[in-house]
């Protein structure tokens, strides 16, 4: 079992920044590549940005390049979200997800934190 907490999310005004944090625990040592998605109020979940765990490879969603970086921190088992120039559109709920295993998907998903970005 792996437990992710995500943290950092808040009201900022457009053209600000946030970082948010995942901290994950559990049997982290498995760790293949952890990821933030989004879900903005009545539409699907998102893909937002995707981290290998071993290599540090990233892959970031086209509409967020530029503006959006995913790093992490190996000793403290935490991913981050740094987020620039944010836009009232990027407002939504924020998840931390975990895979633990090449083709397994994302098998562990953190509870969200919440970002408003107000006009």
């Known amino acids: 079992q792996v437990q992710l907490v995500e943290s950092g999310g808040g009201l900022v005004q457009a053209g600000g920044s946030l970082r948010l944090s995942c901290g994950a625990s559990g049997r982290t040592f498995s760790m293949h590549a952890m990821a933030w998605f989004r879900q903005a109020a009545g539409k699907d979940r998102e893909f937002v940005a995707r981290?290998?765990?071993?290599?540090?490879?990233?892959s970031v969603l086209d509409s967020v390049k530029g503006r959006f970086a995913i790093s992490r921190d190996v000793a403290k088992n935490t991913v981050y979200l740094h987020m620039n120039s944010l836009k009232p559109e990027d407002t939504a709920v924020y998840y931390c997800?975990?895979?633990?295993?090449?083709?397994?998907?994302?098998?562990?998903w953190g509870q969200g934190t919440q970002v408003t970005v107000s006009s």
């Open positions: 997800a975990a895979a633990t295993a090449r083709g397994r998907g994302w098998d562990y």
């Open positions: 981290i290998y765990w071993g290599g540090g490879t990233t």
